[in-house]
Structure formats: C-alpha cells, structure tokens
C-alpha cells in the first residue's frame, strides 16, 4: 500500500488544490490501492473514500502556524500525535511517499521504519531553503525524488550523503493537454505567453511583467496570458495583484483562476 503524504495545508480537490495535489491525484491512478492523507478533501477527483485519509487536526495547526516554520521539538511530538491514524495502519512493505514536507518525514520516519514500511522524499522544489535547517538532517528516507536534474543537483550539493535519489520530471494528462494539429488555427497567430500559478512574489510574476513591458516598448507583436490568483481556487485580490495588474501593459490580460480542464 502506497500512502501519499502532501503538506497539512494541501487540500485533496480538483478546484482548491495546487499543483502538488494534482501531480498525487494523477500518480493515483496508476495504482489503485493507494490512499492520499490530507487535511480535507471533496470528490472533484473521482476518488472514493477508502482512497482518502482524512486528518482534519492538520488544518487547524496549518492555520495557527501560518507562514512560520516551528522547530522540530514542538512538530515532532505534534505530528507523531494526529498521524496516528495513518501509523496505526501501516504494515511491512508498505510506502509512505511524503511530498515536499522534511518536518513531516523527520517526525514519522522512526516510526515508518520500525513498523518495515518504506519512506520516499518527493522534493517539488528547492531545497535551499532547508540548507541551513535541521529537517533534512534528522531522517532517512529510502529514496529520494526530484523534480529535475537541476534541483537533483542543488541538493546534492548542500546534502551530498543523499542515496538513492532520482529524478522523476512532472507529467500532464495528454488527454487533456497535446500538441496543436498541424494546420489548425491562423496562419499568422500572434505568439501567446502562458502563466499558470498562484500569484505571488516568489513566483516572480512582477518579473514577467517587466519583460512585457519590454516587448511592447520594443514593438514585438506577443500576447501574455495570467492564468492564477494568490491561493488555489481563487481568491480576492492582494496588493501584490492589484500593483501587478496596474503596472501590466496592454499586451496582457488577466485570466483569473482556472482549474485544469479550463486551462486546457
């Protein structure tokens, strides 16, 4: 039995969840008895409720810590307490495939391990931000997963006693996103920017604003597409959109949020 294991805050849905939720939901369909653990989740997915452990303990602790990072003495005995139900079931043989969350693996992997069950890091992102902390010293998973070569490497560098690590690249439903069929559309369409993701300044998008503005001053013919807000599943507008929508040139055009079929 896998188990996947996102963040507390992550919620198991086609419309409020982000792109780590949805990369779980696909990898779920390969394999019929997995089960995602999570704080909260509706059946925008299709999956049944013996597919979806539900800890709702994690959404209010998500709430209190907000954008803060506790120490691994006060997460620790926290999470080894409301993971129970996910410890209780665990048998030998079985994974827990943990999604971007060291403080999460760092408190359960003794655990995990003492009951023969295996532990998988998936880093979605970079790990930088954890070189100077204790999370990725204090467990050991038995395989570790990376988004790319790039951010296999960066991790290497700051943790090179690694093993085990591979690189498994993100995917996308082809039966929603393929290639244009050649011929279609006009003759002459005018080169179409896309971003999709949450906006925000980590994101950089005030960046790509900046280049828009370069290529209208510059009279290159393009068009920029905003798909996103700043939380999953829409929200309303922050000063950091409204200063990127009143700084965009004529060239852009803000799409909203959009699930994955809309994007498609």
């Known amino acids: 039995m896998?188990?996947?294991?996102?963040?507390?805050?992550?919620?198991?849905?086609?419309?409020?969840?982000?792109?780590?939720?949805?990369?779980?939901?696909?990898?779920?369909?390969?394999?019929?008895?997995?089960?995602?653990?999570?704080?909260?989740?509706?059946?925008?997915?299709?999956?049944?409720?013996?597919?979806i452990l539900v800890i709702p303990a994690l959404r209010t602790y998500f709430k209190l810590r907000?954008?803060?990072?506790?120490?691994?003495?006060?997460?620790?005995?926290?999470?080894?307490?409301v993971y129970k139900p996910l410890l209780s079931r665990l048998k030998s043989g079985d994974v827990v495939w943990?999604?971007?969350q060291?403080?999460?693996?760092?408190?359960?992997?003794?655990?995990?391990?003492?009951?023969?069950?295996?532990?998988?890091?998936?880093?979605h992102s970079s790990v930088a931000f954890y070189a100077s902390r204790s999370h990725f010293r204090s467990f050991v998973a038995d395989a570790w997963i990376f988004i790319s070569k790039a951010m296999?490497?960066?991790?290497?560098?700051?943790?090179?006693?690694?093993?085990?690590?591979?690189?498994?690249y993100n995917a996308a439903d082809e039966?929603?996103?393929?290639?244009?069929?050649?011929?279609?559309?006009?003759?002459?369409?005018v080169p179409v920017i896309l971003y999709v993701g949450r906006l925000d300044t980590v994101k950089g998008?005030?960046?790509?604003?900046?280049?828009?503005?370069?290529?209208?001053?510059?009279?290159?013919?393009?068009?920029?597409r905003v798909v996103g807000s700043y939380a999953f599943g829409g929200s309303k507008a922050t000063p950091y959109v409204k200063s990127l929508v009143n700084s965009s040139p004529s060239?852009?055009?803000?799409?909203?949020?959009?699930?994955?079929k809309e994007i498609a």
């Not at 998008?205 to 920029?224: D, G, S, Y």
């Open 66 to 81: 907000g954008r803060k990072y506790l120490p691994l003495w006060l997460t620790g005995p926290f999470f080894r307490h």
């Open 2 to 51: 896998i188990y996947h294991v996102p963040s507390e805050g992550d919620v198991f849905s086609a419309y409020r969840g982000g792109a780590v939720i949805q990369i779980i939901a696909n990898m779920m369909r390969f394999d019929p008895t997995s089960v995602v653990v999570c704080q909260s989740a509706d059946e925008t997915w299709g999956y049944g409720r013996d597919r």
């Open 152 to 168: 296999q490497q960066e991790a290497l560098g700051f943790f090179p006693w690694l093993n085990d690590n591979y690189v498994v």
């Open 251 to 260: 060239n852009v055009q803000f799409e909203g949020w959009r699930s994955g």
């Open 98 to 100: 943990c999604h971007n």
């Open 205 to 224: 998008v005030h960046v790509l604003m900046a280049a828009m503005n370069l290529l209208q001053e510059r009279k290159v013919n393009a068009l920029c």
């Open 175 to 189: 039966t929603l996103f393929y290639p244009r069929q050649e011929g279609a559309g006009s003759s002459n369409p």
């Open 102 to 123: 060291p403080a999460i693996c760092a408190a359960l992997a003794g655990i995990i391990h003492s009951k023969g069950a295996r532990l998988i890091y998936h880093s």
